[in-house]
């Protein structure tokens, strides 16, 4: 069984920078992508950034593309999310995903994620 461990969030003023990680332990399957998703307060659940294993495919959201970056160390089986210049509403509690097998557009079908880790609280103060 995959396990997914996120580590890396705290309180943070806003203009701060941050990096969050998620190690994963155990069998990891094949082609096993890693990603991130956050829920803020009172709504859904939306996705952040998504790598495949390669690395070579990376998505960012929008609203957060000129402030986040996605990265991967296979070695450790690690994802990380380092985010830059943030603002009060990326506050939120931020979920590492992961799913084997995966298409490059693993990350939409959010009912088809099959790892999820505990999530880690970011909180940005204005």
């Known amino acids: 069984q995959v396990q997914l461990v996120e580590a890396g969030g705290r309180l943070v003023q806003a203009g701060d920078s941050l990096r969050l990680s998620c190690a994963a332990s155990?069998?990891?399957?094949?082609?096993?992508?890693m990603g991130w998703f956050r829920q803020a307060p009172g709504k859904e659940r939306e996705f952040v950034g998504a790598?495949?294993?390669?690395?070579?495919?990376?998505r960012i959201a929008d609203s957060v593309k000129e402030r986040f970056t996605i990265s991967r160390d296979n070695a450790k089986n690690t994802v990380y999310l380092q985010m830059s210049s943030l603002k009060p509403e990326d506050t939120a509690v931020y979920y590492c995903?992961?799913?084997?097998?995966?298409?490059?557009?693993?990350?939409?079908?959010?009912?088809?994620?099959?790892?999820w880790g505990k999530g880690t609280l970011v909180t940005v103060s204005s």
């Open positions: 995903a992961a799913r084997g097998n995966a298409g490059s557009s693993w990350y939409r079908d959010i009912h088809g994620i099959g790892y």
């Open positions: 790598i495949m294993w390669s690395g070579a495919v990376r």
């Open positions: 155990g069998r990891t399957p094949s082609n096993f992508a």
